[in-house]
């Protein structure tokens, strides 16, 4: 499966960005995805994460009750509500593909090319 990430922009703090991830392939649906970050300097980490039916959804604790990820497996697409951004947000966003919801990028397989976003204080 291919991912294309997209939605990434400068906001200021306390607004809101929706990234999305559209996927080629018919595949999409048997999928977990997961989205993850990485700031300048430091390791990639995971955000969050949904089940193939959407009925199970993951959190970083560093975003939960600000963000919220949902997808639509008839436009294979994943997206990632932002709201009440903050400076330490900032971060390139990659999109993921794997067999379960989970927190480690090693569960991953598939990956997008990442869509930066900018959070201005």
């Known amino acids: 499966v291919q991912l294309q990430a997209s939605g990434g922009g400068l906001v200021q703090a306390g607004g809101s960005l929706r990234l999305s991830c559209a996927a080629s392939?018919?595949?999409?649906?048997?999928?977990?995805m997961g989205w993850f970050r990485q700031a300048p300097g430091k390791e990639r980490e995971f955000v969050a994460a949904?089940?193939?039916?959407?009925?199970?959804?993951y959190y970083a604790d560093s975003v939960k009750g600000r963000f919220t990820i949902s997808r639509d497996n008839a436009k294979n697409t994943v997206y990632l509500q932002m709201n009440s951004l903050k400076p330490e947000d900032t971060a390139v966003y990659y999109c993921?593909?794997?067999?379960?919801?989970?927190?480690?990028?090693?569960?991953?397989?598939?990956w997008g090319q990442g869509t930066l976003v900018t959070v201005s204080s």
């Open positions: 993921a593909a794997g067999s379960a919801v989970a927190p480690s990028r090693y569960e991953y397989d598939y």
């Open positions: 949904i089940s193939w039916s959407g009925g199970s959804t």
């Open positions: 392939g018919r595949t999409f649906s048997s999928y977990a």
